[in-house]
């Protein structure tokens, strides 16, 4: 097996995982009861599809520019998104109004 | 029934929608939202076009795409005006309506310009 | 019908269902959530067409900034009743409109169906004189060079804009600094994200408006960018919103125009007419005003977020 089919089986499979987490984060999303706890759904799983999608995109991309900004890209993301859902919890936590 | 004809359907739906809030929707804020969608309903028309004039080995026709970066950004600034109009009426009346109905008196006497 | 026709029909769909929930649903905090979400749907729609730049632009304006400004507004009129409203028209006159809309969409509908075959083009015009400019994306060719008087008026828009939303001051607030309308206390996880964003960002803004020149890019998406980390340093109370009468804030919005109309007239003595480039020059010149056009561009759009000169509760 050679390694561009490899590589390409990785892809399909990390995008496939991604998608199902993101999958499995909006059905949280959307059957959890209150906020905080489709906030806990919502991070976990997109972090871990978001993830698995840049995974499974690095071997698509040209190295070593591209692959670079791919990365970037998939750090900046996490740190939005820790620092809103910290942002969305502080005020939950502070008596925001809950829905 | 290809990429740009698709779009282009959704674009004249965009178009629709945008009109028809913008027309029955009383509230201002509403108003303004709608008219964005429809905005960016006509844009990704334009989008429509240009992509059509794929020639040359350009993916793309570039004159409308300009004209839709250029209609972006004027847009956002006349959405921009329109909502401190918005919040200047709210401040002094204490309600966004533009009827008669919701004057308030109290605010529309203070002596301010 | 292969996997692109059908990712475009689904992205199609997808686009539709969510301007109709912004419209249709009564929250306006969800519209306006659900307006920033049709911005970025509507990038991937336009990269779906293969036009970057636009959707560059799009993802900047449309999402972020306009985004900003709707969320914004949206949080100051909350405390308002909907029962303060006059109902919408009775049926007949949502009927009626409905059935205008209806038909507008249909003649839209046609008209993409019916457009002609093959597509005419100026896309041989547009490539034919690219090398003449020194540029590589034929985009921004037409932006600052083939219809570089339609940037320049836009440019002026937006200032004529920003002066009309200082024009809604009080008069004993004319000059003084814009509040966004009383922001709360940052929250500390806020004041990190702006501290670790704010060099990337204005790095990626610089970025996108160099790369321009031969990529998509340009002064459009860079100096949404820029500013989008300007709003995010003033949300973090990093830093104050400069007065609306300070000479310096002036000239950095207006500095795009100034540069703009100078190459122009300087146009009328160097080459053709107004707004031409002298040959071999044209690509230096370009860069100069791209320069000054994003600084402006990214002053103005953060102000226009900012909104009229009021009192701030500070001390």
């Known amino acids: 097996m050679s390694i561009a089919v490899a590589l390409n089986i990785l892809t399909?499979?990390?995008?496939?995982?991604?998608?199902?987490?993101f999958l499995a984060g909006t059905v949280g999303l959307l059957r959890f009861p209150?906020?905080?706890?489709?906030?806990?759904?919502?991070?976990?799983?997109?972090?871990?599809?978001?993830?698995?999608?840049?995974?499974?995109l690095l071997p698509r991309v040209a190295w070593p520019f591209d692959a670079l900004k791919l990365i970037v890209v998939w750090v900046l993301v996490l740190v939005a998104s820790a620092v809103s859902s910290q942002l969305i919890g502080r005020k939950l936590w502070r008596g925001g109004d809950g829905s | 029934m290809n990429v740009p004809t698709i779009l282009g359907i959704c674009a004249a739906g965009l178009i629709g929608l945008g009109l028809f809030s913008l027309i029955v929707e009383p509230q201002p804020l509403r108003k303004i939202l709608a008219f964005n969608v429809l905005g960016n309903g006509v844009f990704l028309f334009f989008g429509v076009v240009a992509r059509r004039?794929?020639?040359?080995?350009?993916?793309g026709d570039p004159i409308p795409q300009a004209l839709v970066i250029t209609g972006i950004v004027v847009g956002f600034s006349a959405t921009a005006l329109a909502v401190a109009l918005l919040l200047r009426l709210f401040d002094e009346t204490g309600s966004t309506s533009l009827g008669d109905d919701a004057q308030k008196e109290s605010k529309s006497e203070r002596a301010d310009s | 019908m292969t996997i692109g026709v059908g990712f475009s029909i689904a992205l199609g769909l997808l686009i539709l269902a969510v301007a109709v929930f912004t419209i249709g649903t009564r929250d306006s905090f969800a519209a306006v959530v659900a307006f920033v979400v049709y911005g970025l749907l509507l990038s991937l729609g336009w990269m779906n067409l293969y036009c970057p730049d636009v959707a560059l632009t799009e993802a900047a304006v449309g999402g972020g900034v306009t985004g900003a400004l709707l969320l914004n507004a949206c949080a100051r009129v909350r405390s308002e009743k909907t029962s303060d409203f006059k109902k919408s028209p009775r049926w007949i006159g949502r009927g009626m409109a409905g059935l205008l809309c209806l038909a507008l969409s249909s003649g839209l509908v046609a008209v993409v169906i019916l457009l002609p075959n093959p597509a005419p083009t100026l896309a041989p015009e547009a490539t034919r004189s690219l090398s003449a400019t020194g540029l590589g994306n034929p985009v921004t060719a037409v932006l600052m060079a083939y219809r570089a008087l339609d940037t320049m008026l836009e440019k002026v828009v937006l200032l004529l804009a920003l002066v009309g939303v200082w024009s809604l001051a009080s008069d004993r607030f004319w000059g003084g600094r814009a509040t966004f309308g009383h922001l709360p206390e940052p929250d500390r996880p806020l004041i990190f994200l702006t501290?670790?964003?704010?060099?990337v960002g204005i790095i990626a803004g610089i970025y996108l408006f160099w790369v321009g020149a031969d990529a998509p890019g340009g002064a459009f998406a860079g100096g949404a960018i820029l500013s989008a980390i300007w709003i995010l340093v003033f949300f973090a109370g990093l830093s104050v919103v400069p007065a609306v009468g300070s000479l310096g804030l002036r000239i950095v919005l207006s500095v795009g125009i100034i540069i703009f109309l100078a190459a122009g007239v300087a146009g009328i003595s160097m080459a053709a007419g107004f707004l031409a480039y002298p040959a071999g020059f044209a690509k230096p010149i370009i860069v100069v005003i791209e320069v000054a056009m994003t600084l402006s561009i990214g002053a103005t759009l953060g102000l226009l977020v900012a909104g009229p000169p009021g009192e701030s509760l500070k001390p």
Do not use: Y
């Open chain 1, 12 to 21: 399909i499979v990390a995008v496939s995982g991604g998608a199902f987490f």
């Open chain 3, 195 to 199: 501290r670790v964003l704010a060099p």
């Open chain 2, 53 to 59: 004039g794929a020639a040359v080995g350009l993916f």
């Open chain 1, 34 to 56: 209150d906020t905080l706890t489709r906030l806990h759904a919502l991070t976990k799983a997109d972090n871990v599809g978001l993830g698995l999608i840049m995974i499974g």
